[in-house]
């Protein structure tokens, strides 16, 4: 039984009612996994997406560790140098051709920085950064089209506490509605069920080291430092042609190009935020009307 905390040996009749007893927190987990499933691939199908909303889906990827361990033991190598990769799939509404046909334009971006702890400030400023580009990427798209300027955004990611699900994360979602950078109208965040979400971002984040280590390996093209990795992707593989990527939900995503960004130390936010009691149970945050709501799922209608 894989969702119990312990194994243990017994009887036929006792493991049907350990069976009985754990049925019906399995079924809520399952119908978590169903709802949000659902959810995620109705964001990727342009009969159901909604004009001037930013959609993207983040997750960190396993950092990237350099290749020192020529000459050294194993446990001075996982001591080295490493890099924090957050890989973003971004994708909106935007009128094409002369009959101004709306059509899904997506991107991707892959943030690096030699900040390894992975924490919700790091979020935070991806955020800013990803918010500001595609608000001006979004604008010259929209061609005139006032309904196709970013109104709205729409994050996927997982469920870490520490990264996305958070106190902080909701402040953060209610500040980005009052920022007069950006002028939005709404933002929401939703989460995958535990133990899934497999999406773009894993084969982009996995794309993106072992490129890093056929340089290093491969070519002997010593990359040290986060900035030597980073200059290195620049340098060879800033842009790259359109290719298919069909994830575990099902959504298949075109991605025009990748664009690397840098993303110096991240200082830690002193600010103090309330306790919010049942964040973990929940996988939804939506705002609204100065407040943000927390969903036991997200919307599939």
């Not at 991707?108 to 790091?122: K, P, Q, T």
Request: charged share 25%; aromatic share 10%.
């Amino acid at each position: 039984m894989c969702w119990l905390d312990e194994q243990y040996t017994g009887t036929v009749l006792e493991y049907m009612e350990e069976m009985q007893r754990e049925a019906a927190r399995f079924g809520r987990c399952w119908r978590v996994h169903v709802t949000q499933q659902k959810a995620y691939q109705r964001m990727g199908e342009e009969d159901t997406m909604v004009s001037g909303t930013l959609y993207t889906i983040m997750d960190f990827a396993m950092n990237y560790s350099h290749d020192d361990y020529r000459e050294e033991t194993q446990a001075e190598f996982f001591a080295k140098n490493q890099t924090s990769l957050l890989p973003a799939v971004v994708w909106f509404l935007a009128p094409t051709g002369r009959d101004g046909k709306m059509k899904m334009q997506q991107h991707s971006r892959v943030y690096l920085s030699a900040d390894r702890r992975h924490s919700n400030n790091f979020v935070q400023k991806v955020l800013d950064n990803l918010l500001t580009h595609f608000k001006e990427v979004m604008g010259n798209a929209a061609a005139g089209v006032e309904e196709c300027a970013m109104r709205q955004l729409c994050l996927w990611s997982d469920g870490c506490g520490g990264q996305f699900k958070n106190r902080w994360q909701m402040r953060k979602l209610l500040g980005l509605v009052n920022d007069k950078r950006f002028n939005l109208e709404g933002t929401e965040n939703h989460f995958s069920a535990s133990c899934h979400g497999k999406g773009p971002c894993d084969r982009l984040g996995g794309w993106t080291k072992t490129f890093l280590r056929d340089e290093e390996v491969k070519k002997g093209n010593h990359l040290g430092t986060s900035q030597d990795v980073f200059n290195c992707l620049v340098k060879h593989k800033q842009y790259h042609d359109s290719e298919e990527c069909k994830a575990e939900t099902g959504i298949q995503l075109k991605a025009k190009s990748r664009t690397f960004v840098f993303v110096e130390l991240v200082g830690v936010d002193k600010d103090v935020v309330r306790d919010v009691a049942g964040i973990k149970s929940h996988h939804c945050f939506v705002t609204c009307g100065g407040y943000v709501l927390m969903c036991p799922t997200s919307c599939t209608c």
